[in-house]
C-alpha cells in the first residue's frame, strides 16, 4: 500500500434559527463542480483547524465568526484516490454579517431530514446523518 499525503480540510455547519443547515455548491471548473458541500477549506501550514475557518468563512461568504462559536462536533476521514482527507465539522449558530456566495455557484439552508437530496462529495455525505439525528 502506498502512503498518501493527509489533507485538513477544516467544515462548518452553519444553522439557523430555523434548524436549517447552510450548503454551497461548489463552483464550476473546480473538482466535484456542482455537488454540495459543508463550508470550509484547506488549513494551511501553521493554522489551526478554528483559525482557517475563520479565514474561508470570512472569504467565501461575508461572514465573521468568533472561535467561542465553533463547536467541535464530527469529523470525517475519507481516502480519495490522490490523498487522504481529515475534516472535522464545527457546528455555528452565531455569526455576524451577511451571507453571500462569493467563491461559490450558489447556497442553499436546509433541513438536515432533506440534506440527501443533494449531491455531496464523498467526504461530506456521511456527515448528514449526524447533523439529522442532532438537528
Given at each position: 500500500?502506498?502512503?498518501?499525503r493527509l489533507l485538513l480540510v477544516a467544515?462548518?455547519?452553519?444553522?439557523?434559527?430555523?434548524?436549517?443547515?447552510?450548503?454551497?455548491?461548489?463552483?464550476?471548473?473546480?473538482?466535484?463542480?456542482?455537488?454540495?458541500?459543508?463550508?470550509?477549506?484547506?488549513?494551511?501550514?501553521?493554522?489551526?483547524?478554528?483559525?482557517?475557518?475563520?479565514r474561508e468563512l470570512d472569504e467565501e461568504?461575508?461572514?465573521?465568526?468568533?472561535?467561542?462559536?465553533?463547536?467541535?462536533?464530527?469529523?470525517?476521514?475519507?481516502?480519495?484516490?490522490?490523498?487522504?482527507?481529515?475534516?472535522?465539522?464545527?457546528?455555528?449558530?452565531?455569526?455576524?454579517?451577511?451571507?453571500?456566495?462569493?467563491?461559490?455557484?450558489?447556497?442553499?439552508?436546509?433541513?438536515?431530514?432533506?440534506?440527501?437530496?443533494?449531491?455531496?462529495?464523498?467526504?461530506?455525505?456521511?456527515?448528514?446523518?449526524?447533523?439529522?439525528?442532532?438537528?
Open positions: 500500500m502506498t502512503e498518501k467544515a462548518a455547519a452553519l444553522v439557523d434559527a430555523d434548524g436549517r443547515v447552510l450548503i454551497c455548491q461548489r463552483p464550476d471548473g473546480k473538482q466535484l463542480a456542482g455537488l454540495w458541500e459543508f463550508p470550509g477549506g484547506k488549513v494551511e501550514t501553521g493554522e489551526t483547524p478554528e483559525a482557517c475557518l475563520i461568504l461575508g461572514i465573521s465568526v468568533t472561535q467561542a462559536c465553533l463547536a467541535p462536533f464530527v469529523f470525517a476521514s475519507h481516502e480519495y484516490e490522490a490523498f487522504h482527507l481529515l475534516m472535522p465539522l464545527y457546528l455555528i449558530r452565531r455569526w455576524t454579517g451577511t451571507l453571500t456566495a462569493k467563491e461559490h455557484k450558489a447556497i442553499a439552508w436546509v433541513k438536515p431530514s432533506k440534506l440527501t437530496d443533494y449531491p455531496m462529495p464523498p467526504a461530506d455525505a456521511p456527515l448528514v446523518a449526524w447533523l439529522r439525528d442532532l438537528i
